[in-house]
């Protein structure tokens, strides 16, 4: 082969790949529900400060339908934004609020956040085996300090995500996840995280997984729901999807938040929501389904298994 005509080869090459990097990079965009079984497993409903949007302008917000995440949610800071709190223990067995601020590259409070899901901030509270498991919706004071009134916590470490967009400054458009951890004090006894199943059962319905996920690419993920052995096609709108799905990864807690590609068209969703999945790191994932049926706000869980 000449010299020409391996370079024309390899320039194919070259392009070729980048078509195939930039499909899976649209396909991860393009991917974007209290009760619970499981001890500690709650979802609060308030709504954070200033974030009542008309229903046009909740139904217009997708942010969150496209937008990845900075970071895998590990620490406290990312780009100059710093997670901070007094709050390095909460009392177990009871509610208590805690307690942050969220601070900018010029070390002042952030207080002006974009509207992601209908929501300014997303607040989770997850328990280091993964079987506590709260996503809140805080509420927000003039000088910037977030407040999550939490529902009882289980003794033992957990770690606390807070899930924004700045609305200006060097970070507007980013959408950040940072963390803390805290100690609930007690005696603090580690469950084994259930084993990898195909589907499970929350409040009278089946939930099911469908779906091969590998570590770093995106791949479809149907979630299907049913009660009875009969599909439900009931589902209504919650965060302006049908679904809220938020996976941590066993060991680490790493987060990952999945949104439905499934249009939104009134109080008749279901049986089958499709997700984009794209899980960066192999091993046993904890998957947090939740979902809206009849103004009831229903959470599941399921350990998935990425190869």
Not at 18 to 47: E, F, I, N, Q, R
Not at 155 to 165: D, H, N
Not at 232 to 255: I, K, M, S
Request: proline share 6%; hydrophobic share 35%.
């Amino acid at each position: 082969m000449s010299t020409s005509s391996r370079s024309t080869t390899r320039r194919s090459l070259t392009a070729a790949g980048a078509a195939v990097a930039l499909a899976l990079t649209l396909a991860a965009c393009g991917s974007s529900g209290d009760s619970s079984s499981m001890p500690g497993m709650d979802h609060g409903a308030k709504s954070s400060a200033s974030s009542s949007p008309s229903a046009s302008q909740a139904m217009g917000d997708m942010r969150g339908m496209d937008h990845m995440a900075v970071g895998n949610g590990l620490s406290d800071t990312k780009d100059g934004y710093r997670l901070t709190s007094k709050d390095a223990t909460l009392p177990s067995g009871k509610q208590a609020a805690y307690q942050f601020t969220v601070a900018g590259p010029d070390g002042k409070p952030v207080t002006d956040f974009a509207l992601d899901q209908t929501k300014r901030m997303h607040f989770y509270a997850i328990r280091s085996d993964l079987t506590g498991f709260q996503h809140l919706h805080p509420t927000m004071a003039a000088d910037g300090i977030w407040s999550a009134d939490l529902a009882s916590l289980t003794p033992g470490s957990w770690r606390m995500f807070a899930s924004f967009t700045p609305a200006g400054g060097p970070g507007k458009g980013k959408d950040f996840v940072l963390s803390r951890t805290l100690i609930a004090p007690g005696n603090a006894t580690k469950t084994p995280l259930p084993a990898p199943a195909g589907s499970t059962q929350v409040d009278g319905y089946t939930i099911t997984v469908k779906g091969e996920s590998m570590v770093g690419m995106a791949h479809p993920l149907t979630v299907s729901v049913a009660k009875d052995g009969k599909p439900v096609t009931d589902l209504q709108p919650y965060l302006n999807t049908y679904a809220h799905l938020t996976a941590f990864h066993e060991g680490d807690a790493t987060f990952a938040h999945l949104h439905p590609t499934t249009e939104v068209t009134g109080d008749h969703g279901g049986p089958d929501l499709n997700f984009h999945a794209e899980l960066p790191t192999s091993g046993n994932w904890r998957l947090f389904l939740q979902f809206q049926t009849g103004g009831t706000l229903h959470t599941a869980a399921l350990t998935l298994r990425v190869g």
